[in-house]
């Protein structure tokens, strides 16, 4: 029997309740912390006491959750009645202290117990239980792989003709800002910050990396309201970045040039990130896209991008800020007919030579592919050949390629193959630990009432915050911890049903659309539903090459771009044959006929004509697990769903019938399974 919860609109579930859970609540609390933060911890024992009961106690000893910040002086207040759980958790933490953003939770004897260094540790060990319930017994440590762990924004101040009020958003409108100004009511962005804390992100750049003009003046005369956001977001421990155009100075200053050489940049720069700091003494630093499609860049001065960063690093240095300068930076007016020219080797061509030559704080940030957060691509040559440069890896937590927050695909199990990647083989260190800078991903919030348009679209963002926090953890694992969190009255059926629609829903999405690594065939513009050859007369360097005779591109070294070149061994020589290529970047790397055999042991176009037809019935499937028992799912969100998987079969039908007609057109190859052609 299907039963649903009825919730209200402001009730939609996320993974933390929107006021608190009796995890925190009817419990004597006793805090022995200082800092900031702290008030935070509180706060969000009093919402659970509120709804729950409970109460704060001075005596260690009468506590039944306790949090310590050691500081530099200890704990204060430890006695003979001390919980066992108490003393467990501090030696821990004697015994191997953790970082700064670290905690140790532990549980004994129906105490638990947060140890922390600072009161940025105390909170997320509060989150941690707050999401996560009872630790369990014994004693669990926790502490981020990497510093930074940041969300970037591409919200705009007014509506843009063509992106809107987000680009590549699909959950409405911006929640900072409205009709050209940030907006009066900030509440959303409170409860957002709370969200994204209890996963342990911590910096969040709020303005689109394609800063228009009106989002320029966040710099400057929108200051004082930027100010107002990172009030919002800071008692969450969260650094807010902006965004800002490479052409400020001419652009905001009046400069006649914005040569990153000249001292009169150096200088404007200087006092407009002075005043930023006078505003927002705990501000992140900037983001910058340049020489990237249409941005102004250091390549109109014939300047390199190491010198186009220098200005901004060193105005930005003696107040602790950074600079996110994105390596996303190729020709998107090439040639189509040239075959020579290859968008996947621009970023290396780039940057690997100024290796070394960016200034301390300055942080490369690279997307996890060369091309552009596709379905399937293999990893970026250019995160494991800067060395000497500190990199942030990108993602795309908005489903640009993958859906747009309209099909259901869950992220996780697709980062974890480019986090666990070794460029060097299977003794190499894997790529998370080759991201010095962190990890940075495109948020995929906005005003809609379930937060991300598809609920089942929250799973993506916690996922990106657990594996930002740690790299290397199973990613069906935190599927799990999000569904646990999530919908908190499952039983254990629909739990199942839960991992059963999103498993392998990014497999599925994958069977349906752009086949073996090829990439795109989207439709141009907005990039949703099939276009096979969308892109493929176009200057944007995306093509797939398919002729009569074959499908895909040649980026040998032998006889294609040179781009297989760029890994060291053993890819290079695995994407360089054919023979040792992993099927599913065949098409990445080769322009194969189309009765090429796979590892699979089928062809190229049987295997277009199979994994289509079979992502079809994996969706139908998937509509039939979701209308079956889902005990404890609200109303709104099982209703929310289903509409969506109409549309997902939709569009899934519609890849299916244009791919098979085109390569059937193209090949002249039949199904050998019988199916029609059109």
Known sequence: MTSHRKVSRAEH???????????????????????????????????????FGGSFVEKIGDAEIVVIVTGDQGPVGLDDETPAAVHEALAAHASEPVSAEGYFLANRDSVSVIVAATDRGALYGVLDLLRSGEPGSGTRREEPAHAIRMLDHWDNMT???????????????????????????LDRVSRYARLLASVGINRVAINNVNVHSTEARLLTDKLPDVARIADVLRPWGIRLHLSVNFASPTLLGGLASADPLLPAVHEWWRQATDRVYDSIPDFGGYVVKADSEGQPGPF???????EGAEPLAVALAPHGGIVHWRAFVYDHRQDWRDRSTDR?????????????????????????????????????????????????????????????????????????????FRFGGSDAAPLASLATGGFVAVSNVGTDEFWTGHPLAQSNLYAFGRLSWEPLADSIEILDEWIRATFPDTDDGTRAALHAVLDSSWATYEKYTAPLGVGFMVRPGHHYGPDVDGYEYTPWGTYHFADRDGVGVDRTQTTGTGFAGQYPSPWRARYESLAECPDELVLFFHHVPYDHVLHSGSSVIQHIYDTHADGVEDVARLQGIWAGPTQGIDSATHARVTQLLVEQLRSAGEWNDQIRTYFFRKSGLADAGGRPHF
């Open 300 to 306: 109109t001065y014939g300047r390199t991008h190491a």
């Open 159 to 185: 509506v843009h003709p063509v992106m809107g009020a987000v680009e590549r958003g699909y959950s409405g409108d911006s929640i900072f800002f409205a009709d050209g100004e940030v907006r009066r009511d």
């Open 344 to 420: 996947a080797k621009a970023a290396f061509d780039h940057f690997v030579p100024l290796d070394g030559k960016f200034a301390d704080n300055v942080v490369v940030q690279v997307k996890h592919g060369p091309m552009d957060f596709q379905v399937r691509e293999p990893v970026s040559t250019v995160i494991g050949a800067l060395t000497k440069t500190t990199v942030a890896v990108e993602f795309q937590v908005t489903q640009e390629y993958t859906g747009q927050q309209k099909h259901v695909c869950y992220l996780g199990p697709a980062w974890s193959e480019i986090l666990r």
């Open 13 to 51: 579930p996320t993974w933390l309740p929107k006021e608190s859970s009796r995890n925190l609540g009817d419990k004597r609390v006793h805090i022995a912390a200082t800092g900031p933060l702290v008030e935070t911890v509180r706060s969000e024992f009093r919402r659970a006491m509120r709804l």
